[in-house]
């Protein structure tokens, strides 16, 4: 008896006192928060480089130029497209909210037409212009949409990773469930699996080479295999400047219009 | 060879044995290798030029089959009930392992592309089910305003809509379709009725059930084929060995097949068929021999009865299966290997059915003994000719009247000619159904409602010239010709294509005004409208319609009936802009199972022709050099060649449609006619070296080989008359056309051969 408690104690005051073991006791909720809310910058331009590959290994490439500024309850995104020449100056413009309830809106100007038009979608899990990445997938999960366990912790290329599978609270998501590999030491992911309605693998997302920007880091090149379809997308970022102080009137309908 | 037989027949029990024991191991085989092949790509000849495009095209498309299942609702479909009752089904569709997710298409899952006065919105018609009148007043006008979707998968009508289920190549078995069933059935409501239809169902039943007919059929064909045979030999021993033989080299003949692990495709099911045919030939022959002879020596031994019967006949008998095995043989010249296998099996059959003949059959009449002589009137003095006087008066009148069969054999060449030019191909597989069965009913009625269950598909292809289908111009060519084939026929209820997109979203960008249900004249807008739907409908849906670097294109015709006709003309009309295509740089080619259908027939056809040629030519020169004549060699091919036309002028004028199992059947008229043909003229030729008279040898070959054709005939005629009653069609035609190619072989034998043998005046000529 008397052992026991002196045990007891003994635990208690080594974990209080070993602080490597507080952040091991991370949930795996508050590890894809830390994930969710890691400084971003408030606004980016970039060069995209969006390249679709299919079965036959056949590639489409677009390059689009990017602006992104978060307002906090809005994120607002414009972009336009540089190539192929068919579709230059298309442009395509999203507002992105926090709250739950209210859609994305979506406007989209083709030069060909000279109208810009809303789009709109009833779904998130709609695939970002023809890619394998959804809305979803690119960032707009919230947080409370999935139920996080911590499964372990592994090495992937050299970083130690954690281990989290996120299962989608509604029942009828496209996912059932997601495995993302999340590097201790950034909290950046570098690697998420994507499992369908049916539990059967379905995506691979794989990270690549991040950079430090102005104090922020950006990941330059993401890659997205549909396991089930065997197409691939590949997104790579260059010319990236982050919290630049991208002006207000760059997310206007005018501005999609008038090109860059 | 005689020698060898006679010393075989000193150990009947030991020859009985060893061919039991082998047919036992033969059995075990088939029980253990045996298996149907149901995919019917494994038919195709997978190196020919048109399944390699089709095949690819599949692939770059993902064209496949799609099972139709069809909603009814005679109040209207827009309720609660009938909707919820389709988005269960179409949920448990896409669960099946068979079928993949995407490839289940149907209300529920379809985007509704829209246009609202500032924009585009696509969107699911529906996620939950409708409840409130107003929710489902506003689906139905969405249906309605949506020309991909109205008319495609709810009908003009709105009490029918569609779910399409696509299922890969060989997906299909009878389980799989029983389960399909059972989940339509047990869907169905007080109001909701549920069809099942489609290509992929046609096929696969077909494929089980022709086979499943002829199980059951086949056992009261051997029974009546049993009980004419103990009718015409009157003898329950030789009637049970002469279907031993035919037992036993079907057996081996399947035996090696899964010995050497061949599947059994649905055209080997004919085999039995052709060795029924042929096979109780030979039993007949040596049956009547030794009847003939035991009747004439009624003291003489067994021993004596069969070497003598050996001795007249084995030359016959080996003669009759070489050539006939040639001429299956020939078979191999065919593009198309389950006719290979066919012919090589058949002639292994044939060839087996020989030495049975030979050596199984007399041990098997050394066990059981001979059968009872029939009194007959030695002491009456017949000149040397035969017994039997209808036999003599038979071949006297024919002689004599010699111009009513030549005539007669003139006007049935010049009527079969005729017929010949009616004949059609047909490779439908629905058409192989009963006109009233339910499978052939539903198809019908799907077709009343829809653009059509059965689909073809035109692949254009760029030959590599990137982005050539975001030409205005080939779209709108692709545009004109597409309403061009759908109005000019009546048969294509619906076609599909990239261009229906770029009219679509042409029209919706322009605030749903119906003049812009057109190709714009600006390349950039069409691909800026491509582009966009990218980024806001399903991108995979494209990807059936047009390739990557839209470099092809697939353009789907629905066609109302899946027969040759229906097929041929639309490719006609798609035919004549093959010129301004080709000016474009664009080739024309075809996909789908229709087409592939089609080519095939084609080819099993092309092939039969040149198969029967070349064997006619081998059969002609083997019998010259048996006969060591070759007027006798032209003589002999008579019957095969009047069977043949007779054959194919028949079905011309019924119109029973050529197709892979009566084109085969043309190959028992060579069976048949040749066995006929050399059992008379070896008897002749005997005959001939007794007698100077022409007369007498003609009368003594009517009288025993006359008898024993004229008995092989009744036999099989009466067994696959039964054939007659089935319920599967192609069976009943198969019954028909064998007792026909029966028939004229047995008339052409005995009349218009015997007529020109006896004017050719061979075997008299020295004397």
Partial sequence: MKTLKITTILIAIFIATNPASISQNLTGKQIIEK???????????????????????????????????????????????????????????????????????????????????????????????????????LGDRKLEDDTHTLLMEENVDGKLCYVVESTSVDKDYMYSK?????????????????????????????????QTINGIIVVMKITMENMQKKHKTIMQLSNVNVNNGVSDSYFTERMMMRGI | MEKLLNKLLKTPWITMLFVVVISVVFFMVMKKNSRMETDLDKYMPQNHPAFIYSNQAEEWFNIKDGIIIALENKNGIFNSETLDTLKQLTKHLQKFKEINKDDVTSLYTADNIVGTEDGMDVKRFFKRVPKSEKKLQELKTNVENNEMIFGRLVSDDETVTVIIAEIGDGVFTQEFYNEILNVAKNSETKDTKIYV??????????????PADMKKMVPIVLLVIFIVLFITLRSFKGTLITLGVVFFSTIWAFGLMAAVNIPIYAVSTMIPVMLIAIGVADGIHLYTHLHTFVDHNPNASKKEAVTDMLKHLWKPVVMTSVTTAVGFISLLTSQVYPVKYFGIFTAFGVMMAMVFSLVFLPAGIMIFGLPKAKKINMDEDKGGSSHSKTANSFAAWIIKHKYVSILGTAAVIIFSLIGMQEIWINSSFLEKFEKNSEIVQTDKFINEHFGGTSTLNLILDSKGKKDMFKEPEVLKLVNKMQKDVDNQLQVVGNTFSLADY????????????????????????????????????????????????????????????????????????????????????????????????????DLILEGQIKSLILSLITIIVLLSLMFKSVKIGLIGSVPIIITALISFGIMGFLGIPLNTTTALLSSIAIGIGIDYAVHFLEQYRHNATNTDNKMIAAQKTMAHSGKAIIFNAIVVIAGFMVLLFSVFPPNRELGALVSLNMFTSFVGTLTIMLVLLYQSNIYFKKK
């Fill in chain 2, 502 to 601: 770029i009219n679509r979203m042409n029209k919706v960008m322009n605030a749903d005004n119906e003049a812009y249900n057109t190709i714009p004249d600006d390349k950039n807008m069409i691909a800026q409208y491509l582009l966009l739907y990218e980024m806001s409908g399903d991108p995979e849906n494209l990807n059936k319609v047009v390739d990557y670097d839209y470099e092809k294109l697939n353009v789907t015709f629905q066609l109302k009936s899946d027969n040759s006709k229906a097929i041929n003309s639309a490719l006609d009309v798609i035919h004549t802009y093959k010129d301004d295509f080709n000016k474009l740089g664009i080739e024309l080619n075809y996909a789908g199972s229709g087409y592939k259908g089609l080519v095939f027939t």
């Fill in chain 1, 178 to 210: 997601t495995i993302t590999w999340i590097d201790k030491a950034t909290f950046i992911g570098v690697k998420k699996e994507f499992y369908d309605e049916d539990g059967e693998l379905l995506k691979i997302m794989t990270v690549g080479n991040s």
């Fill in chain 1, 35 to 137: 994930v969710y809310n890691r400084d971003t910058g408030n606004d980016q331009t970039s060069d995209l480089s969006m390249i679709l590959i299919n079965a036959q290994n056949k590639e489409r490439v677009r390059k689009l130029k990017q602006f992104i500024k978060d307002y906090g309850t809005v994120e607002k995104k414009i972009m336009f497209f540089v190539s192929p020449a068919d579709v230059k100056n298309t442009s395509f413009m999203n507002w992105s909210y926090d709250d739950e309830s209210k859609n994305d809106d979506q406007w989209i100007y083709l030069p060909a037409l000279r109208k810009t038009k809303r789009i709109s979608s009833d779904s998130k899990s709609d695939y970002f212009m023809g890619s394998d990445f959804t809305y979803d997938d």
């Fill in chain 2, 197 to 210: 239809a489609g290509r992929p169902i046609v096929e696969g039943t077909m494929a089980l059930l022709g």
